[in-house]
């Protein structure tokens, strides 16, 4: 079964420029997750989709961050304009709504350099 | 609101040595698991064990397990004869009921592992 995926692994870009990171998640999972981690810091929820329903988008800033999730499967995280204190980890992560016990299941993460 | 406190910035454990990583967390919520996942260098998240707040008794999963005192609220991870591929950065977690789906996770800061050989 292959696992979450997310696309560009690495991206480096100027402030003020705009950015987007991809995630698949695994398969039938109906929970998406988007968390920003900072360096040698714990994860930190940026939005929660239950299928193509974002449930919890409290964490999100608003004004330059935007998120979708079309048909509940694939989502997509933007980033418009990138500010100097957006370098961080994004990571994506899954979970079945009915799994034993929600465990989640994270991808790779794209790390994002703003200069 | 739900928080998860690692006071451990930093430990190290000689290989083959058992050791033991805190965890205490603050949450009003009657339901709740709790949960540790690893974070090598690499930069993936690898869940390791899992703890309900109602199971009688402490979870295990090979050289882990998870030391929960209710009472105390916490949830310690204990790793048995600790490897260097153990070292990584070690973190708990919370799962909570929240709204009706109930699945937010809130995450500790960490802790850092180090196996000297």
């Known amino acids: 079964e292959a696992g979450v995926v997310q696309s560009p692994r690495y991206k480096i870009i100027e402030k003020k420029q705009p950015v987007a990171f991809w995630c698949n998640p695994i398969?039938?999972?109906?929970?998406l997750y988007w968390y920003r981690q900072n360096l040698g810091q714990g994860p930190e929820l940026l939005i929660r989709?239950?299928?193509?329903?974002?449930?919890?988008d409290s964490q999100l800033p608003k004004d330059r961050f935007s998120a979708e999730r079309l048909k509940g499967v694939d989502s997509t995280l933007k980033i418009q304009p990138a500010e100097l204190g957006d370098s961080a980890v994004y990571l994506c992560?899954?979970?079945?709504?009915?799994?034993?016990?929600?465990?989640?299941?994270f991808g790779p993460g794209t790390r994002l350099t703003v200069t | 609101a739900q928080k998860i406190t690692q006071t451990q910035p930093g430990m190290f454990v000689q290989e083959k040595e058992a050791v033991t990583l805190d965890c205490t967390y603050d949450?009003?919520?009657?339901?709740?698991?709790l949960f540790w996942y690893k974070q090598p260098s690499s930069g993936e998240m690898i869940f390791l064990i899992y703890?309900?707040?109602?199971?009688?008794q402490n979870a295990t999963e090979g050289r882990y397990s998870l030391n929960f005192q209710k009472a105390r609220k916490s949830a310690n991870l204990v790793i048995s004869a600790s490897q260097l591929g153990d070292s990584a950065m070690y973190f708990c977690?919370?799962?909570?009921?929240?709204?009706?789906?109930?699945?937010?996770?809130?995450f500790g800061p960490g802790t850092r592992l180090s196996v000297l050989p």
């Open positions: 989709y239950e299928n193509e329903e974002a449930v919890d």
């Open positions: 398969s039938g999972h109906n929970t």
């Open positions: 977690a919370m799962r909570g009921v929240h709204d009706n789906y109930g699945q937010n996770f809130v």
């Open positions: 992560a899954s979970s079945p709504y009915f799994g034993r016990n929600y465990e989640q299941y």
């Open positions: 703890q309900g707040s109602y199971d009688q």
């Open positions: 949450t009003s919520d009657p339901s709740y698991g």
